[in-house]
């Protein structure tokens, strides 16, 4: 055996693992759920019958697939360019050279993104109560507030939710482009520097060009996650007042889970969520492949 040969039965040996879990746990799924959105499947019983593009034709006359359709899309446009951009200024600011304790902010920083969001979810939940210290802070400034509390409020509950996920997710991100950052050569700057151009020239110029492949991969995962949104809404208000925070994935949930005759529907709409994730995603690649 030469040792081409044996470096490919060594390599493949070791693949075997993800291979195998690929398989059954990616791919099967993947496949089967497929199947599932043409069929009527019973839970309980664990029977199914075949009923073509029946399942799509109810999901797109279904009221409630549009109220969760818009609050995902409004959940999403409204934390993803917050996320971003204060993930940005905080790489910018702990990238700079007058900063002190910097790895005491990245920590700070960074350890909402690394904290369990259902305990996150639980904490936000009980400062959003009426008797909240949110609200009693409000109070004593004489700021007004919802009266039966934020998340009890169709006005306000998204909004609540959206500000808990802008405040946990700013700081992951943040690490990813001070990573970026900090690969950027220092002769850049200093040549910048040398015919005059100002800070904010530099990022603009420099920093923000040089930041295109992560914010590429950056805005990607993170529409991605907020179109994934569930654990909050499951945690926080189970989709209400009044539908006013039911999301996508929280009715695949529900259809699949709490209803014994609708997982086909909820297979179905897993793969719009999917098909419009895909979409997205190829719009975001598009335009930031473009030259500014």
């Not at 530099?202 to 930041?211: A, D, G, K, R, S």
Request: glycine share 4%.
């Amino acid at each position: 055996m030469n040792y081409r040969t044996k470096f490919k039965i060594n390599t493949f040996t070791l693949l075997i693992p993800w291979i195998v879990t690929f398989l059954l746990f990616w791919l099967y799924p993947l496949i089967y759920s497929l199947y599932l959105s043409f069929t009527k499947y019973y839970t309980l019983t664990n029977e199914s019958e075949f009923i073509g593009f029946e399942n799509y034709s109810t999901l797109f006359s279904d009221p409630l697939f549009y109220k969760a359709l818009s609050n995902t899309a409004f959940f999403t446009f409204g934390t993803v360019p917050f996320t971003v951009s204060f993930a940005i200024i905080l790489a910018v600011f702990l990238n700079s050279k007058l900063v002190k304790w910097k790895n005491f902010f990245r920590s700070a920083y960074f350890l909402p993104s690394v904290t369990s969001m259902v305990v996150i979810a639980l904490i936000f939940t009980n400062l959003y109560t009426k008797n909240g210290y949110i609200n009693m802070l409000l109070g004593m400034a004489g700021i007004p507030f919802p009266a039966k509390g934020w998340l009890l409020d169709t006005s306000t509950a998204m909004l609540s939710i959206m500000f808990m996920d802008i405040w946990i997710s700013v700081g992951y991100y943040m690490v990813l482009f001070l990573a970026a950052m900090q690969t950027i050569s220092e002769d850049l700057y200093e040549s910048a520097k040398l015919i005059g151009a100002s800070s904010m020239q530099q990022f603009f110029q420099i920093t923000l060009p040089l930041l295109k492949p992560t914010l590429l991969f950056v805005l990607v995962i993170n529409t991605i996650k907020s179109f994934q949104i569930f654990i909050e809404i499951f945690v926080m208000t189970k989709g209400g007042p009044l539908n006013s925070t039911t999301t996508l994935v929280y009715q695949v949930f529900v259809n699949a889970f709490e209803k014994a005759d609708s997982m086909g529907y909820a297979s179905a709409l897993a793969y719009i969520i999917f098909v419009i994730l895909l979409i997205f995603s190829f719009i975001q690649m598009k335009l930031l492949k473009t030259k500014w």
